[in-house]
């Protein structure tokens, strides 16, 4: 009978004590830690838009060329019999210089035999002019009271011999002529860009010599788009205007020889009168006086075909917010921190853009908060922190300093901490970067509540480090 007892209620008491036994563990069981994200913030820094006046700059290149440029070539033929030490590529000149001699010989022959038949028609002359006076008197000594004809008068032949001793006379100031020119000397002080011939070539008319180059001023053509040419004022050349439009602008060059950079400084004095078909720019030119000459700074002369970087001064914009040009987003807008710092994004229209700028004049405020710091993934309304200044910075962190040793102060020597964190209180100890503080406290804060000790009241948690992806475990 006690067996089969055993056999129906047996089972049923091992269900029973099981039933029990996990009744008791689901009733004991520790209570879960609930997760609380934190919201990410970045930590953003500001800049309060004011309005504020800005000079535009044009920026321009062009080559570096001589302001007058010519061809020597030779009047007369001959053989070159001697050049100036100058006469080389680079060298200088001064104006009325003897660049190049050519054989006078037979110029030299040439003006004698001038001069001889011009001595000739001059007696030609005085005695046609003797025989003329003659006539005229035998023909009053004869009681004609007639006009005399011209034959008898001979005024054909006086006039024939005034053409033959003009003629001659001509010919000797040409044969005088051929003489000078077989002394080549410079029209102008310059330099020599090209040679081309030396002692002993024959020469002719219409062959180079050389090519030459003044050395006053030197000039470059500037290039200004449409865009740039409505932020600039040049003076407009008319027809019927009595004087020449007046430049008063400055332009910065900036020259590159090897590693170093030379700056120059020139002048606009004429804009050309037609846009280049195939770019749509117009050229300013500008001059730069005596660029050859030497110089305070020590600049080595400025030479022909050097590339130059130009800057020059624009319009002034008044009452304009300027926004470093890194901050304009996908090219369209920029971002402002409302009052509840908050992301706005805001689309504006650069008045005036260069490599470093943008000028806006419409769609900002005076006073609004632009972000400075580039924040991945920026969605309108996303929270930010404010970066505080330096000075806020250094005062917070040694408030969190402070703080930080007071729970240093309160919590037990016998805390068995981990060794990441012995490391870190350490160093933070001996000095090192205070502004860890606030993010050492809350690491702190956090490993105590997940091993179950109290944190003394009065201490600040702290603030997580923004790098730092951890969750804070708190208890529902």
């Not at 004087?243 to 050309?272: C, H, I, S």
């Amino acid at each position: 009978m006690f067996l089969k007892f055993l056999r129906y209620f047996l089972p049923i008491a091992i269900l029973a004590c099981c039933g029990y036994f996990t009744w008791y563990l689901l009733s004991v069981r520790p209570e879960p830690s609930k997760w609380n994200r934190q919201p990410f913030e970045p930590e953003v820094d500001v800049s309060t838009l004011k309005l504020q006046d800005y000079q535009i700059v044009l920026r321009s290149q062009g080559i570096i060329e001589a302001r007058t440029q010519s061809a020597l070539i030779p009047e007369v033929r001959g053989r070159i019999l001697s050049v100036s030490p100058s006469f080389r590529p680079g060298g200088f000149f001064e104006k009325g210089e003897l660049l190049v001699e050519i054989d006078p010989s037979d110029y030299e022959t040439d003006l004698v035999v001038a001069d001889a038949a011009l001595a000739q028609m001059e007696l030609r002359y005085a005695e046609e002019k003797v025989r003329a006076e003659r006539a005229e008197l035998d023909w009053k000594r004869l009681g004609n009271e007639d006009e005399a004809p011209e034959l008898v008068l001979r005024l054909p032949q006086m006039r024939q011999a005034e053409a033959n001793l003009a003629s001659a006379q001509a010919r000797v100031k040409t044969a005088q002529l051929n003489l000078e020119r077989t002394k080549i000397v410079a029209p102008y002080a310059g330099r020599i860009l090209e040679k081309n011939v030396d002692v002993g070539q024959y020469v002719s008319p219409g062959n180079k010599l050389a090519t030459i180059y003044a050395i006053d001023f030197a000039e470059i053509r500037l290039p200004l788009s449409e865009a740039q040419l409505g932020f600039i004022d040049l003076p407009e050349s008319y027809r019927d205007s009595e004087e020449d439009p007046k430049f008063n602008k400055d332009v910065q060059l900036r020259v590159k020889m090897g590693e170093q950079q030379y700056d120059w400084t020139g002048q606009l004095v004429r804009a050309e009168g037609a846009f280049d078909q195939r770019s749509r720019q117009l050229y300013v030119v500008a001059q730069i006086p005596d660029p050859y000459g030497s110089n305070a700074e020590g600049r080595p002369p400025l030479k022909v075909g050097s590339f130059a970087i130009a800057h020059i001064p624009g319009n002034l914009l008044q009452d304009v917010f300027v926004i470093p040009r890194r901050l304009l987003r996908e090219s369209s807008y920029v971002i402002i921190i409302d009052g509840e710092d908050r992301l706005v994004r805001r689309h504006v229209t650069p008045l005036w853009s260069d490599e470093e700028n943008i000028v806006v004049r419409d769609q900002l405020q005076e006073g609004e908060r632009l972000c400075l710091t580039p924040v991945k993934y920026a969605t309108s309304g996303m929270k930010v922190r404010i970066k505080p200044s330096p000075e806020e910075a250094k005062a917070n962190a040694e408030r969190a300093y402070q703080n930080f040793k007071k729970l240093i102060e309160e919590l037990p020597d016998t805390l068995d901490l981990p060794i990441h964190l012995k490391i870190q209180i350490e160093s933070l100890l001996a000095g090192n970067d205070i502004h860890q503080s606030s993010a050492l406290t809350a690491e702190l804060v956090r490993w105590a509540k997940q091993n179950g000790y109290t944190i003394p009241r009065g201490i600040d948690r702290g603030t997580r480090d923004l790098k730092d992806k951890t969750r804070v475990p708190t208890k529902s």
